[in-house]
Structures are given as C-alpha cells and as structure tokens.
C-alpha cells in the first residue's frame, strides 16, 4: 500500500505560478495507468497552453473560480466543476477570481513531462 498525505507531498512551483502536489504518479509509486495531482494556481494567474500527446486528463476545481479553455471552447468554471481534456487538445486554465483555484488533476496514463507539448513546440 502507498499512502502520500498531501501535506507531506513535494511541491512542484511552475513557471506560471502554480504549485502541484503529486500525490500518486510516477515518482511516488510504480504505478503507469493513472496519476493524481493536486495543483493551487494563484488570482491573476493562468496555466500555460498545452496539449498532451498520450495523456487525458480531468481537472477537478476544489475551490475557486477560472476560465477554462479546451480546444476552441471557454467557460467559466467553480468549485465542483469536472473538465475533460482529451489527449491533444490544446488546454489553459485561467484564474479570474480573488482566491487560489484549488484542482486535483487526474491523468491517464500517469503523468509524463515528455508528453506535455507548449505552444510553438512541435
């Protein structure tokens, strides 16, 4: 059994201001089907564009408000809002609240950095 408390999780501070928690990924565990990350993304801050080659993704907001972008669609999301990413399809999150957007990041299969592909990358 692995257990990883969030408390005691490696932060990951991001180029666009987040912080990501990896709870069960790649590097906490052997497991490779699915990962799970929790991420606070800042007021005034958003995520940069990308896309994942391999990787879906669901963005679950705990707490806090945004814009979130995939593909050529933009909404509004809030706490208790699931979003889809599927592999592919370009994906930005945007903070338009007063307070940290708080998400758990589900990815499958687990998360890679390699398959993370920015804006003018190939």
């Known amino acids: 059994m692995i257990v990883v408390n969030r408390e005691r999780a490696n932060v990951i501070n991001t180029p666009h201001g987040s912080g990501i928690r990896p709870l069960i990924d790649r ?3 052997a497991i490779t089907q699915c ?3 929790e991420e606070t993304l800042p007021p005034g ?5 990308h896309h994942h080659r391999e990787i879906e993704e669901i963005y679950y907001v705990v707490s806090g408000r945004g814009s979130m972008t995939v593909g050529d669609e933009t909404r509004e999301v809030i706490a208790g809002d699931a979003i889809y990413v599927p592999r592919n ?3 930005s999150l945007s903070n338009t ?26």
């Open 97 to 122: 609240g007063s307070e940290p957007i708080r998400l758990i990041l589900v990815c499958g299969p687990a998360f890679f950095y390699e398959d993370q592909v920015f804006e003018g990358q190939p």
């Open 27 to 29: 590097t906490t565990s």
């Open 45 to 49: 801050c958003a995520v940069t564009p």
């Open 35 to 37: 990962s799970l990350a």
């Open 89 to 91: 399809h370009r994906h």
